[in-house]
């Protein structure tokens, strides 16, 4: 948890420098807003043990995400993306008999990311494959009758994450376009949980 004073200090100087030097990106820079849904994934084994809740992917498990992003050099970009998925959330708690581990079957996970994305040409528009490391927070109200009182409430747990996924561009116009996108979260917290998303929504060029 040391890192993330740092990581936060990071991710923001890049976003800063990105918007400062938008101008000498013409033409290159790129805004964007999906919606979708999402899945927690849970191992067999966890499952078995009654660890975690069973999530088929849900639209109302919702999805929201901006980003902006600039060109680096021909069919590379770099993004930034803000996100929030809403979804199954787990959090682990101290009691005198050891670590126990309480699942809600909602909560929220935000998260900002820093994502390197290579687009390839094809006749509808593109095709791009992305990777990166963000940070994320997942939070949710604790109402577990075997959690101490004094730990029940609203709570939270942040740390790093790594998400890489697929994408396509449609373009509608010379400045806009339908994007499509599925993404693969994985988030280092006390039980390590990964996330499918998909999404669409739409870009605009600048």
Known sequence: MRIMPRMIRITFAVAFALLISAPAFAQTSEFGILIGGSKRLVSHTDEAAGLG???NFKFNNSVRE???S???EPGTRFRIKAGQIEAPVA???????GNLRSDLPKGKVEHIDGLVDYRFSEAFG???IFAGVGLYRQSGDITDTRVPLAQRGHQEETNYGLSGGINGDFPMSRRSGVIVEATYHWLNYHYRPRYV??????????
Request: without cysteine.
């Open 197 to 206: 998303t998909l999404t669409a929504g739409l870009r605009f060029s600048f």
């Open 66 to 68: 901006i980003y902006y």
């Open 91 to 97: 959090f682990q708690f101290a009691t005198a008999d």
């Open 53 to 55: 809740i069973s999530d």
């Open 126 to 128: 593109s095709t791009g």
């Open 70 to 72: 600039v060109a680096l």
